[in-house]
């Protein structure tokens, strides 16, 4: 079967359109009917830049990879017609040596959704109709309340991320930036058990909506005196780098204890002047994180059971055609944290 579908595409630097196209459906995989999608960081990237890092617009390309909808069509008879999915923006090839090792995450052939890192690029999830591998389509139950579900992908980042710090338990978590990232990491930190979550940012809105997403306590990253949190060392065990600006990584070396662990989530630019011999001296694990495995799965369940309730988060939605207005609205860190979209 054959559908149109309106799909909204970037073709670069603040140039979006919605645009017709048509979806053809042979039977093999899952069509999908998108129903709404969240705003990212790497969507307005692309809007603001037109490009992620190295990665730049060369063609029209679908935006968007945090999407959820409903199943029209699937070769998996467990996905019946009208079904709730949650889309995983994540394709990794099956076959190289990190998806055998089940860290897919790293796939060498990864296809992840509204990403210009391939030529031609892979379109995103910003669209009405689309099909995608039956994998790639996580259930829900269909009462639940799709703003909540839509964050199904930046909380598997964050889970991931929480993961990477390793078990939380009773610990002491510093996470510096408070973002929408940040603060899903405070989420998830709370729900893996951690004692206390003390989160920094330079936004007093941030550290508000901190404290509404877990946060025990907050600092403010300028004017805060940070000084009891650097006795003895220092007093996280396990702190959480997501703002991406070099000085937050120092002020984490800084605060984490010996023998403790930074967790990079934050993506920046190189970082000159790189403490080095602070992370020697207190022997300090630094771990990156990037993406996540099964933890989509996770953060389907933890969004649909209530562990994790990110509305807090949520700033407001935009039906697909006024798709530069919510790029414009997210781009506004005084006023949006989460933007939706409506399809
Ligand atoms: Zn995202
Ligand atoms: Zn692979």
Known sequence: MSTTTQSCMINGKEQVEVVSQQVDYQGEGTLVRITRGGICGSDLHYYQH???????????????HEVIGYVVKSDNPALKENQKVAVNPSKPCGHCKYCEAQEENQCTGMRFFGSAMYFPHVDGGFTQYKVVDSSQCIPFDNQADEKVMVFAEPLAVCIHAANQGGDLQGKKVFISGVGPIGCLIAAAAKAKGAAEVVCADISERSLAMAVAMGATDTIHAANGDFTPYLAEKGYFDVSFEASGHPSSLTRCLEVTRAKGT??????????????????????????????????????????????????????????????????????????????????
């Open 50 to 64: 037109g490009k992620v890092g190295n990665f730049a617009v060369k063609m029209p390309m679908i935006l968007g």
């Open 262 to 343: 930074l967790v990079q989530v934050g993506m920046g630019g190189d970082v000159p002047g790189f403490p080095i011999m602070m992370l020697i001296a207190k022997e300090i694990k630094l771990v990156g994180s990037f993406r996540f495995t099964t933890e989509f799965n996770t953060a389907v369940e933890w969004l649909g059971n209530g562990t994790v309730n990110p509305l807090p988060l949520f700033s407001g939605e935009y039906d697909y055609q006024n798709i530069d207005a919510a790029l414009v609205f997210a781009g506004d860190k005084q006023k949006a944290a989460k933007v939706q979209l409506t399809f």
